[in-house]
């Protein structure tokens, strides 16, 4: 399984437990006591293969919430990925009040391939091909490649630079055009994500 996969299996299984059930499990973690998102039950409209189990039999752990970001771990086929997710502070649609799935931001580091903090954004709906999307931290505005539902940089010699822009500033905006022509703008805050990283940052030596 696609590592790009297993992010977008992790945020549909984070979309099926509902916030109630993800506090819950931040809370434990908060506390000290590490501890794994619920299992999501079947539904018709999330089947069962939209779970963290799904993902190569590797459930993600969460090891720590620290503001908006919650930091997971999980070893999908084998091999550990460490990565902060969260979000959306706020949303808005243009028209207004389109119906979409649920937006995350994840940044991900994967020992295995040697990659540390990769950002990608599941924007919660089909992009229109071929459309720009942007991403907007610390005054500066990053060019992302989009594919399907998922955001990635479009240029990875910035992407060093953009991370430590989002480690420093207060809020980050995503903004895409689905493939209806509905454009969107997403606000995520990126309290925590600093601590997160740091922390992800000694799990993934372990």
Do not use: H
């Amino acid at each position: 399984m696609s590592v790009r996969r297993f992010l977008t299996v992790v945020s549909m299984s984070v979309a099926v437990i509902g916030i109630s059930d993800l506090a819950q499990a931040q809370s434990a973690a908060s506390k000290g006591k590490a501890a794994a998102p619920p299992k999501a039950a079947p539904t018709p409209a999330k089947p069962a293969a939209a779970t963290p189990a799904a993902a190569g039999g590797a459930e993600p752990t969460l090891v720590g919430q620290f503001g908006s970001w919650g930091a997971y771990t999980a070893t999908p086929n084998g091999k550990k990925v460490c990565f902060a997710l969260a979000k959306p502070a706020s949303s808005k649609t243009n028209p207004a009040n389109r119906p979409r799935d649920p937006a995350y931001a994840f940044v991900s580091t994967r020992p295995a391939e040697k990659v540390t903090n990769e950002v990608s954004i599941m924007i919660g709906y089909q992009l229109k091909p071929g459309s720009e999307s942007t991403l907007e931290v610390g005054g500066a505005r990053y060019a992302m490649y989009t594919q399907g539902d998922g955001l990635w940089i479009k240029n990875a010699a910035e992407e060093e630079r953009m991370v430590e822009a989002l480690r420093k500033a207060a809020d980050v905006t995503v903004k895409g055009v689905s493939a209806k022509g509905t454009e969107t703008t997403d606000t995520f805050s990126l309290k925590g994500l600093a601590q997160a990283l740091d922390r992800l940052a000694q799990d993934c030596r372990r």
